[in-house]
């Protein structure tokens, strides 16, 4: 009976002795399997937020670009009609001439004010196209209110 059941014992214990065997080596290959998984996620996570911080500065980038060209296109399709007449005021013995400059902002065709009335007091042999250059109300060089007093001090 020894000699049945020793072989079969010696088989059943060989089987299982290979069996755990197998199962750690297989448990060691899932751990280099697991510990190489997270290297690359963590590579490509890295990779994926410096791509992220690249693209988002390009992207930051071509927005103000864009911004800054349709705010110039804006400006540029912005223009002022400008008209004058003389009026003379007569006060009894005396005869007033003055010159009466009107603008008006456009953008395209569409009236973004009304008409802007300046009466300018004209003395004897005066240049009235002297006086038209000088005088505006829509500059060209203000863009930002911001702008008006330094630029109103620089003049006086």
Sequence with gaps: ???????????????LLAWFVMQSRMEVALAQERESLAQSRG??????????????????????????????NFLDELRVEQRHYTRENRLLLQTRKSLVIQERMYFRNIPLSDWIEHEITLEEGADVGRLL????????????????????????
Aim: aromatic share 4%; glycine share 4%.
């Design 1 to 15: 009976m020894l000699w049945i059941l020793l072989p079969g014992f010696v088989a059943v214990s060989s089987g």
């Design 43 to 72: 590579a490509i996570d890295a990779e994926r937020t410096a791509l992220e911080a690249q693209l988002g500065t390009a992207i930051r980038a071509a927005e103000e670009s864009a911004k800054r060209v349709a705010l110039d």
């Design 133 to 156: 250059a000088d005088m505006t109300v829509f500059d060209k060089a203000v863009v930002s209110i911001d702008d008006i007093p330094r630029q109103r001090k620089a003049l006086a």
